[in-house]
C-alpha cells in the first residue's frame, strides 16, 4: 500500500509491453504503486503506437482481429500479473485488470461468458475482470465474483450505479463463501471537464464537482460494506493546466480506498502530494455546492447519464480502432 495507515493504493492506469520491464517494475519496487489498470483506449495506444507488438502481431497473421487483440492483450496482462505476483502473495493487492468486450455491455450472458474465459486463459489468480456498470453488466458481477473472480466495475458516476454494483458484489460475496475482491470506478475528472466552463461563467469555483460527487458515492460504497469490496477513484489525470498534475489523487485521499492514475500523475504525487487524508468531505458542503450547480442553470443528472454514455461510446471506438487495425 502507498499509505499503509489509510490503507491506500496507487495503481498504474497504464499497460505498454516495453515500459513492463522498465518504469513499472521500479515504480513497484519503489513502493509507490501496487497494482493496474487497463482498458480498450490504453491498449488501443500501446498496440498502435509502439514497436513492442510488430513481432507478435506477424505472427497472429492467421487469426481474426479479435483474436489477434486478444492475444497481445493477454500476453501484457500475464506480465503484468506475474511482476505484481509478489505483492498480490503479501496481501498487497498486486492486482491487474482486463476489460471485457465493450460491445458486450448490454448482454449479460456474453460478458459472464467472456469474463471467465479471459480469466481462464490468463491463469492468473491476481486479475481482475473489468465490466462496465450497466443494467447487464450487475449481473455479471454478481457471477462472476460468485465464481470466485475479482472483478473491477467500471464507468461508475452516479450513486444509483454503485449501489446496484456493491449489491451485485454482496449478492456474489454470499454465494461463494471463500471471499473475492472487487472495486468499484468511480470516473472523476470528466465531470469537471464537462461542467468548469459554465460554472466559471457563472462565478462558481470550478474543479470541485467531480470531487465532491465522488466523495459522496465513496461515503455510500463505505456505509455498505460490502466485504472484500472499495473504491476506485479512476479518471485521475488532470488536463486542465492550472491544477497541479496530483490534484485528483491528493483531493481524492480516502480510507480504504485505490486510486488508479497515468504514470505522470503518480509521479507528481508522490514527489509533490500533500498526501493528507481529504475524505470524507460533509454532506453539507457537497449539497451546498451542487445547489450552485444547479442555479447556474446545469442539469447535473442530465450530465452524469451523457458522461456514461460518451464514456461507454470511447470504449467502443477504441475497441473497433484496434481491431481495424488489426
Known sequence: MYIEDLKFSLWADFIER?????????LINAGIINGATSNPAI???????????????????????????????IYDIKKAADILKPLYDAGDD????????????????????????????????????????????????????????????????????????AKAFERGAQRNKK??????????????????????????????????????????????NVNGCRTLFASTGV?????????????????????????DTIEAFHKGGEKKKALPISEKVIKEHFVKVKNAGIDFEAVLDKQISDGLESFKDAFKDILESL
Not at 516495453?18 to 521500479?26: A, I, N, S, V
Not at 455479471?140 to 458516476?157: D, K, R
Not at 459522496?216 to 463505505?222: Q, R
Not at 488536463?239 to 504514470?263: M, Q
Open 179 to 224: 471471499g473475492v475482491d472487487t472495486v468499484i470506478s468511480i470516473f472523476v475528472s470528466r465531470v469537471d471537464r464537462a461542467l468548469d466552463a459554465t460554472l466559471n461563467k457563472n462565478s462558481v469555483e470550478v474543479a470541485l464537482s467531480g470531487i465532491y460527487n465522488t466523495a459522496d458515492i465513496y461515503a455510500t460504497i463505505e456505509d455498505m
Open 239 to 263: 488536463k486542465d493546466d492550472s491544477l497541479p498534475a496530483y490534484y485528483y489523487v491528493d483531493k481524492l485521499l480516502a480510507y480504504n480506498s485505490v486510486n488508479t492514475a497515468p504514470i
Open 94 to 165: 498486486g492486482y491487474v485488470s482486463i476489460e471485457v468486450d465493450p460491445f458486450l455491455c448490454d448482454d449479460s450472458d456474453a460478458t459472464i461468458k467472456e469474463g471467465k474465459r479471459l480469466f481462464a486463459q490468463i491463469g492468473r489468480d491476481n486479475v481482475m475482470i473489468k465490466v462496465p456498470a450497466t443494467e447487464a453488466g450487475y449481473i455479471a458481477m454478481e457471477e462472476l465474483s460468485a465464481s470466485g473472480i475479482p472483478v473491477n466495475a467500471t464507468l461508475i458516476f452516479k450513486k444509483s450505479q454503485a449501489i446496484s454494483c
Open 43 to 73: 491498449f488501443k495506444n500501446a498496440i498502435l503506437n509502439s514497436p513492442a507488438y510488430k513481432e507478435q502481431l506477424a505472427s497472429l497473421s492467421a487469426l481474426s482481429a479479435k483474436e489477434k487483440y486478444e492475444a497481445v492483450a
Open 18 to 26: 516495453d515500459y513492463l520491464d522498465k518504469g513499472f517494475k521500479e
